[in-house]
T-cell receptor, first 116, second 113 residues
Framework: SQTIHQWPATLVQPVGSPLSLECTVE??????LYWYRQAAGRGLQLLFYSVGIGQISSEVPQNLSASRPQDRQFILSSKKLLLSDSGFYLC???????????????FGPGTRLTVT | SQKIEQNSEALNIQEGKTATLTCNYT??????LQWYRQDPGRGPVFLLLIRENEKEKRKERLKVTFDTTLKQSLFHITASQPADSATYLC????????????FGTGTRLQVTL
């Protein structure tokens, strides 16, 4: 069966510090991978998605970046955090069938980031 | 740009009744529409998917309808239980290729005894 891991579960970082959140998926190959942010009381905002190694699409211009160094590894980074980066960060994966959509997404447990 | 509207006010219903949640969207219809459940502090969990050419989909006590004329999806939970209390999110797949979803803000459902 497939599993998705995210770490750390919680993180408190000062403004201006760097960030690295990691997500790994097990039990599947060549998945689509996604990073979302959920601010308090708000919906999920898609930040990045990837359909393959080294292929990253950014949905929202910001001081965050994403990388996919391996097939089942997705990393969210920032060089300098802002207060507005606080939120609940979720990684997700879905089955990839080229040219086809309509596949559900499976979410990780999330990382609660507080920027102070 | 596309807007997705879900009732931001919590829906309170009594155990055993049917809960009906609404998802409205603007502009063009998505190729697929999905519903997820999210518990506090956790990631969303997929419940149901419906395609634009489908009117209705069922799974156990859950039913989803999709009306592209009204630009609306309804999500029903029959014989609701306190364990159904959660936030329910609708998500629209406009792209149809990479399963890239746009989520609504969700509606909190509270089922009481």
């Amino acid at each position: 069966s497939q599993t998705i891991h995210q770490w750390p579960a919680t993180l408190v970082q000062p403004v201006g510090s760097p960030l690295s959140l990691e997500c790994t998926v097990e039990g599947t190959s060549n998945p689509n991978l996604y990073w979302y942010r959920q601010a308090a009381g708000r919906g999920l905002q898609l930040l990045f998605y990837s359909v393959g190694i080294g292929q990253i699409s950014s949905e929202v211009p910001q001081n965050l970046s994403a990388s996919r160094p391996q097939d089942r590894q997705f990393i969210l980074s920032s060089k300098k955090l802002l207060l507005s980066d606080s939120g609940f960060y979720l990684c997700a994966w879905s089955v990839q069938k080229p040219g086809q959509g309509g596949h559900e997404q499976y979410f990780g447990p999330g990382t609660r980031l507080t920027v102070t | 740009s596309q807007k997705i509207e879900q009732n931001s006010e919590a829906l309170n219903i009594q155990e055993g009744k049917t809960a009906t949640l609404t998802c409205n969207y603007t502009n063009y219809s998505p190729a697929y529409l999905q519903w997820y459940r999210q518990d506090p502090g956790r990631g969303p969990v997929f419940l149901l998917l419906i395609r634009e050419n489908e009117k209705e989909k069922r799974k156990e006590r859950l039913k989803v309808t999709f009306d592209t004329t009204l630009k609306q999806s309804l999500f029903h939970i029959t014989a609701s239980q306190p364990a159904d209390s959660a936030t329910y999110l609708c998500a629209l797949d406009f792209d149809g290729t990479a399963s890239k979803l746009t989520f609504g803000t969700g509606t909190r459902l509270q089922v009481t005894l």
